[in-house]
């Protein structure tokens, strides 16, 4: 379409003459062109819309019916011309023709993206601050060591560790900043801290920080820490399987600031709003807050929102193999409340049950039959469940997990997953990392009939 104010800003007119300048933009990828007025009108007229020439290539060489016209053109073009008969041959080649077909239809596409970099690029060199701070960064003489620090901050992404570990200060209420670059080292985090030397936290991936050289480069890092600032940082270390049991790093982070507690947020059940999410989007809560840190096997996934901040998640499975044959339903029937997770910040009495049920009242009629169970290992009862008017049924026997050399549990699926990842056995895993064995009590099954 033709853009008539940019064209009266750069041109001057708002009646130009048939062979006059306008300033059109391509209706696909939005560039903005200069073309004569009486070609682009004719152009728009015809279309109803002004496509550029890149675009009209790129949709032309999608669409089978052009692509079969231009090769049928180009075969009668070169059965007239007897000096055109070796290209004719090599035409008649199917996987010749798919090629130059193929390079046709990349070209093209080619044309629109480096169009569309250059236009982008224009635009942003236009802007003098950008301008400035390019022509300063290009003027700097540093280092090669600095070099290459700045090259690695840039070239980094979050790991999933960070991005947790992030989550959880912001949820416990902690001011931090990401990646503190102290002299040759770039750290993962600091906390300022108003009393006490500000914090210093390195995430540890078990793996790569295993390895002979990466253990060298960490004692340095942290010999540059104490010899040089010892009454300003103080270094802390979170390992990955440490993050497993997101009660410690929590009680950790609070250990650390001196936070005795999370502060509670009151609200109204009428103000919850509850909807089907998917299993990526509870993730972060239940890796931070349920002793199984992950969605299971999946299913159905409900949320619970207050203003679009999910505050509990309830996570309905298919049955596992100890649940196949129950009583009257068949397999189809019967889904598991694998997951119940709350915010810490949003407990308040009844909440859970009331949770509950609306999840229930919203799963597909076709499920007659819900099941869950109550670990009591950690203290829990069913007392939620009985709220719901869910019925016990019968008892599981115990079942194992592990413990830490520091008190910490760890479930025994979580610690096998680690111990495939570091391709070790799930004994001598937990043997190297100080874990062991332990049973716990039995847990309650619970049945709750539609």
């Known amino acids: 379409m033709i853009n008539w104010n940019k064209t009266k800003e750069k041109y001057g007119y708002d009646k130009p003459k048939r062979t006059q300048l306008v300033i059109v933009e391509c209706d696909v990828c939005y560039v903005e062109y200069s073309f004569q007025y009486y070609n682009t009108k004719k152009n728009i007229e015809k279309n109803n819309k002004y496509i550029c020439l890149s675009c009209c290539n790129r949709l032309n060489y999608n669409n089978k019916n052009y692509v079969k016209k231009q090769k049928d053109g180009v075969k009668n073009w070169a059965k007239k011309a007897d000096f055109r008969t070796p290209a004719l041959k090599r035409w008649e080649n199917k996987n010749y023709r798919d090629r130059m077909v193929s390079i046709r239809r990349k070209n093209a596409n080619d044309v629109v993206l480096n169009h569309k970099h250059k236009i982008n690029t224009t635009n942003l060199w236009k802007d003098n601050d950008y301008r400035t701070?390019?022509?300063?960064?290009?003027?700097?003489?540093?280092?090669?060591?600095?070099?290459?620090?700045?090259?690695?901050?840039?070239?980094?992404?979050?790991?999933?560790?960070?991005?947790?570990?992030?989550?959880?200060?912001?949820?416990?209420?902690?001011?931090?900043?990401?990646?503190?670059?102290?002299?040759?080292?770039?750290?993962?985090?600091?906390?300022?801290?108003?009393?006490?030397?500000?914090?210093?936290?390195?995430?540890?991936?078990?793996?790569?920080?295993?390895?002979?050289?990466?253990?060298?480069?960490?004692?340095?890092?942290?010999?540059?820490?104490?010899?040089?600032?010892?009454?300003?940082?103080?270094?802390?270390?979170?390992?990955?399987?440490?993050?497993?049991?997101?009660?410690?790093?929590?009680?950790?982070?609070?250990?650390?600031?001196?936070?005795?507690?999370?502060?509670?947020?009151?609200?109204?059940?009428?103000?919850?709003?509850?909807?089907?999410?998917?299993?990526?989007?509870?993730?972060?809560?239940?890796?931070?807050?349920?002793?199984?840190?992950?969605a299971g096997r999946g299913g159905i996934t409900y949320g619970a929102h207050i203003d679009d901040e999910l505050m509990g998640v309830c996570v309905f499975s298919s049955v596992g193999r100890q649940n196949i044959a129950i009583d009257g339903y068949k397999q189809n029937e019967v889904r598991e409340l694998s997951r119940l997770c709350i915010h810490p910040r949003y407990q308040k009495h009844n909440f859970a049950s009331w949770f509950i049920s609306r999840c229930i009242k919203l799963l597909d009629i076709k499920y007659k039959c819900i099941i869950s169970y109550c670990d009591t290992t950690f203290n829990h009862n069913g007392s939620v469940y009985k709220a719901c008017n869910f019925v016990q049924d019968s008892i599981v026997k115990p079942d194992y997990w592990y413990v830490g050399s520091d008190g910490w549990t760890m479930h025994k699926k979580t610690l096998y997953n680690h111990a495939i990842k570091m391709n070790m056995k799930e004994k001598d895993y937990a043997e190297s990392n100080g874990y062991i064995k332990v049973y716990g009590k039995e847990k309650l099954r619970f049945i709750y009939k539609r």
């Open 133 to 294: 701070k390019v022509t300063a960064s290009l003027n700097k003489d540093e280092t090669k060591e600095k070099q290459a620090i700045a090259r690695e901050q840039q070239s980094g992404r979050e790991s999933g560790l960070e991005k947790l570990f992030y989550s959880i200060l912001d949820d416990v209420g902690v001011e931090y900043a990401k990646q503190k670059q102290i002299g040759p080292w770039s750290f993962d985090c600091v906390i300022p801290r108003h009393d006490k030397p500000d914090l210093l936290v390195e995430y540890q991936g078990d793996y790569w920080h295993s390895l002979k050289d990466r253990k060298t480069k960490d004692r340095s890092k942290a010999s540059y820490i104490t010899n040089n600032f010892p009454h300003q940082y103080e270094l802390k270390y979170l390992w990955e399987h440490e993050f497993k049991c997101k009660d410690k790093i929590i009680e950790l982070i609070k250990y650390w600031m001196g936070i005795t507690e999370i502060e509670i947020t009151d609200f109204d059940f009428k103000d919850v709003k509850i909807k089907k999410i998917k299993s990526s989007d509870c993730k972060p809560l239940l890796s931070k807050y349920h002793y199984l840190p992950n």
